[in-house]
């Protein structure tokens, strides 16, 4: 595939047991380019979440591909911090990896993915796996970057399922709802990968030695940092594997015929104390308003896993 026929991508990550997945299936992907990383508080510190980055494009032999640091904090929040039991204190399972070698961008993540747009008109797939901070502030800052993304494909948000950070707000979006909102509303096309499809992709002990017999170093990598998320999801009584929530939104970029999705208007609540955070989609139409966000609803989590795995497994890094 030339690099002409590529669809480029823009990730947006908090690395992040699964944002790495996601990202080592983006570059085992023939189909995608992937022309930068921005980085973002949530799943541990923005400080950690950018070296983790950076480690991911040299571990991708791309230290070449730009990684800009981006928001520390929610707009108008504290950071709390919550996704430390998750994914451990570094982000990364508390497995101990060298210091990365490559340096950081050297402009914020906000003014790089404007940057990045504005170069690129129609051609930027941009790929929250994050809280949406970096990118309200560069729809923010420059609006025509609305006009100028070809689309927005994250994850994040619950449409007909309970939340995973509160009974109804899915991690990415109640971690910062008030950029959620903004994101939401930017009028660009959206396209919402939340927990109604991500938990229904597990991946199990089995399906991970599996990878790990490839013995690449993405594969060896994948293994080591996921023993910390199982152990995770098993402490909550999920025994059937663990959600790969962010490959979900890779996939989708990849292969959108994997999913059923509906075009409908969704709000986020950013103001109520309990359920800030939720993702609305006004199934009636009750609210009148014209559709804003593409939901997934299902997936073909047979045919997504079983892309995983030969993507991953024939990949030679
Ligand atoms: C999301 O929250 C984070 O813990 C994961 O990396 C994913 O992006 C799932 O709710
Ligand atoms: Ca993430």
Same mark, same amino acid.
């Given at each position: 595939?030339?690099?002409?026929?590529?669809?480029?991508?823009?990730?947006?990550?908090?690395?992040?047991?699964?944002?790495?997945? +996601?990202?080592?299936?983006?570059?085992?992907?023939?189909? !995608?380019?992937?022309? *930068?990383?921005?980085?973002?508080?949530?799943?541990?510190?923005?400080?950690?979440?950018?070296?983790?980055?950076? #480690?991911?494009?040299?571990?991708?032999?791309?230290?070449?591909?730009?990684?800009?640091?981006?928001?520390?904090?929610?707009?108008? $929040?504290?950071?709390?911090?919550?996704?430390?039991?998750? &994914?451990?204190?570094?982000?990364? *399972?508390?497995?101990?990896?060298?210091?990365?070698?490559?340096?950081?961008?050297? #402009?914020?993540?906000?003014?790089?993915?404007?940057?990045?747009?504005?170069?690129?008109?129609?051609?930027?797939?941009?790929?929250?796996?994050?809280?949406?901070?970096?990118?309200?502030? +560069?729809?923010?800052?420059?609006?025509?970057?609305?006009?100028?993304?070809?689309?927005?494909?994250?994850?994040? %948000?619950?449409?007909?399922?309970?939340?995973?950070?509160?009974?109804?707000?899915?991690?990415?979006?109640?971690?910062?709802?008030?950029?959620?909102?903004?994101?939401? &509303?930017? %009028?660009?096309?959206?396209?919402? !990968? *939340?927990?109604?499809?991500?938990?229904?992709?597990?991946?199990?002990?089995?399906?991970?030695?599996?990878?790990? +017999? +490839?013995?690449?170093?993405?594969?060896?990598?994948?293994?080591?940092?996921?023993? &910390?998320?199982?152990?995770?999801?098993?402490?909550?009584? !999920? =025994?059937?594997?663990?959600?790969? &929530?962010?490959?979900?939104?890779?996939?989708?970029? !990849?292969?959108?015929?994997?999913?059923?999705?509906?075009?409908?208007? =969704?709000?986020?609540?950013?103001?109520?104390?309990?359920?800030?955070?939720?993702?609305?989609?006004?199934?009636? *139409?009750? #609210?009148?308003?014209?559709?804003?966000?593409?939901?997934?609803?299902?997936?073909?989590?047979? $045919?997504?896993?079983?892309?995983?795995?030969? $993507?991953?497994?024939?990949?030679?890094?």
């Amino acid at each position: 595939m030339t690099d002409g026929a590529k669809k480029k991508i823009l990730i947006d990550t908090d690395p992040g047991i699964d944002d790495s997945m +996601a990202i080592l299936l983006a570059f085992a992907s023939p189909e !995608i380019d992937v022309v *930068g990383l921005s980085t973002v508080f949530g799943n541990t510190g923005g400080d950690v979440t950018t070296q983790n980055a950076l #480690r991911l494009v040299e571990l991708a032999g791309r230290p070449d591909i730009p990684v800009a640091r981006g928001a520390e904090k929610p707009l108008l $929040r504290p950071f709390t911090g919550k996704g430390w039991h998750v &994914h451990g204190k570094n982000g990364l *399972g508390e497995v101990e990896f060298p210091e990365p070698k490559v340096q950081p961008d050297k #402009r914020r993540a906000a003014t790089f993915i404007i940057d990045t747009i504005m170069a690129n008109p129609g051609e930027i797939t941009l790929v929250p796996l994050g809280p949406l901070t970096n990118v309200a502030l +560069a729809v923010a800052t420059e609006p025509r970057i609305a006009a100028n993304v070809k689309e927005v494909v994250l994850m994040g %948000g619950a449409a007909s399922v309970p939340g995973n950070a509160s009974p109804v707000a899915e991690a990415n979006i109640r971690n910062d709802p008030e950029a959620a909102h903004i994101v939401f &509303h930017a %009028g660009w096309p959206v396209t919402m !990968i *939340g927990l109604d499809v991500t938990m229904k992709t597990k991946m199990t002990r089995d399906d991970l030695d599996r990878l790990k +017999a +490839a013995n690449s170093p993405w594969t060896d990598f994948i293994h080591a940092v996921t023993r &910390h998320y199982l152990n995770f999801y098993e402490s909550l009584g !999920i =025994t059937d594997g663990m959600p790969i &929530h962010d490959s979900s939104a890779m996939a989708y970029v !990849i292969d959108p015929s994997l999913f059923e999705t509906k075009h409908v208007y =969704t709000d986020v609540d950013h103001q109520s104390e309990h359920h800030h955070g939720q993702t609305v989609p006004d199934w009636r *139409g009750q #609210r009148e308003r014209d559709p804003n966000v593409n939901v997934a609803l299902d997936v073909d989590s047979d $045919r997504f896993l079983a892309m995983y795995e030969r $993507r991953l497994t024939e990949a030679r890094p």
